[in-house]
């Protein structure tokens, strides 16, 4: 079976574009984790969703940053105005519902806002 | 909201001996506790979890301990191997519908010497 599938895995951009990043998550699960990952920091939680609705998104930074899902296997997180403190790698993550099931993470994209 | 605390955060060992990675934790009402391994380039891979019912869980040479009194939970891996080199995460959850969101701590680089 497919992973977590990100895309794109770089992307490198001069600041105040626009972001967006991609995720298709694993076929059959309902939830969907916005991770982001510095050194700084370590790994946070942005926001999740559960069956393509958003439950928690106060981990979001931002009002720059914000996250769709329009259907069951796609989610996109977008940053609009990107800034050099926005660089970091940034990873999806999926899971069946249930009280425990594994979070299963993609390869990430490693953003550098310039 | 849970804190999790890890240490160390570098960790070097000779090949074949064994590693230990500690963590706490600061809510008492968490119950499940895994442990993440995260290798260059990819995204975190679960290798271990644990529920708080279970004091100890073991999967061929890893190892997970749980002290809910104390508030720690360790991984332990024994006969360490080069491929063992990598970013270890606990994270912790209170676990219940409505709220899946895990807590990770901040990582150990664990260095296996040949």
């Known amino acids: 079976d497919a992973g977590v599938i990100q895309s794109p895995r770089h992307e490198v951009t001069e600041m105040g574009q626009e972001v967006t990043l991609r995720c298709k998550p694993i076929?059959?699960?309902?939830?969907l984790f916005w991770y982001r990952q510095t050194m700084m920091r370590g790994l946070e939680l942005l926001i999740y969703?559960?069956?393509?609705?958003?439950?928690?998104d106060s981990g979001m930074p931002e009002d720059r940053f914000s996250a769709k899902m329009p259907n069951a296997s796609f989610s996109t997180l977008k940053i609009q105005p990107s800034e050099p403190r926005d660089s970091a790698v940034y990873f999806c993550?999926?899971?069946?519902?249930?009280?425990?099931?594994?979070?299963?993470f993609g390869d990430g994209t490693r953003l550098s806002i310039l | 909201g849970e804190n999790v605390e890890q240490h160390p955060s570098t960790l070097s060992v000779q090949e074949g001996d064994s590693a230990v990675i500690k963590c706490t934790y600061s809510?008492?009402?968490?119950?499940?506790f895994p442990w993440y391994k995260q290798e260059l380039g990819k995204g975190p891979q679960l290798i271990i979890d644990?529920?708080?019912?279970?004091g100890e869980k073991k999967d061929q040479r890893i190892a997970v301990t749980l002290n809910k009194t104390a508030k720690h939970f360790s991984l332990h891996i024994t006969e360490t191997q080069p491929e063992d080199s990598a970013v270890y995460f606990c994270?912790?959850?209170?676990?219940?519908?409505?709220?899946?969101?895990?807590?990770f701590g901040t990582g150990t680089r664990l260095t296996i010497i040949p």
């Open positions: 993550a999926s899971s069946l519902s249930g009280v425990i099931q594994p979070q299963h």
């Open positions: 076929s059959g699960h309902d939830y």
């Open positions: 969703f559960n069956n393509n609705v958003p439950i928690d």
């Open positions: 809510d008492s009402a968490s119950n499940y």
């Open positions: 644990i529920r708080s019912n279970v």
């Open positions: 994270a912790a959850n209170k676990l219940r519908r409505g709220n899946e969101k895990l807590t």
